[in-house]
């Protein structure tokens, strides 16, 4: 937004505010609910998730411009990932044994570090995505939050898959053994 648009650091943050209140309302939430209601609450998260940014490149790509129709789908990514992240993060690292704390605090650094670092380098590939003669800062700041927008769809789908079989408790089978062997 700053780059693309021009906008103040400020003004950026201020069209991320209502996103982050989102994140931190229901991250809060989530922690209250998940004991009545389960991994229903991450299925939710995923799919609310998945639609707010699903929403997001749909709006994006019908006319490659950040306006504030934009909002109320940066609200619904903060919702689906205030329920599903930080609920997720939690599992993982109430399972780490204390003498490995260090190390699984050093993975989740460098992990989160990496994604920002993916997160700038998609935004650059996107740039260069664009439609042969598309011009203005603006217009290539849309179409890349459009093509990231719809990347982030895939990965939330894919998340979603995983708690539903997680949900249900269905795993792959290992295929049986014959025995003795051919």
Avoid at 18 to 34: C, D, G, K, L, Y
């Amino acid at each position: 937004m700053q780059q693309g648009l021009g906008l103040s650091p400020l003004d950026a943050g201020l069209v991320q505010a209502p996103q982050a209140t989102a994140f931190f309302i229901f991250s809060m939430t989530a922690s209250r609910i998940i004991p009545k209601y389960g991994r229903r609450v991450l299925e939710a998260g995923v799919i609310i998730m998945a639609v707010g940014y699903l929403g997001a490149g749909i709006l994006l790509v019908s006319g490659p411009r950040i306006t504030p129709l934009l909002v109320p789908t940066l609200i619904l990514q903060g919702i689906g990932g205030g329920l599903v992240i930080p609920q997720a993060l939690n599992t993982v690292l109430s399972r780490i044994k204390p003498e490995s704390a260090g190390v699984a605090s050093g993975v989740l650094s460098t992990a989160q570090q990496c994604a920002r670092s993916v997160r700038r380098r998609h935004h650059r590939a996107a740039l260069q995505l664009l439609p042969p003669g598309t011009v203005g800062r603006a217009v290539a700041s849309g179409h890349a939050f459009a093509v990231a927008s719809f990347g982030v769809t895939i990965f939330a789908v894919i998340a979603g898959v995983v708690v539903y079989l997680l949900r249900s408790g269905r795993r792959p089978r290992p295929e049986p053994r014959r025995w003795p062997p051919p």
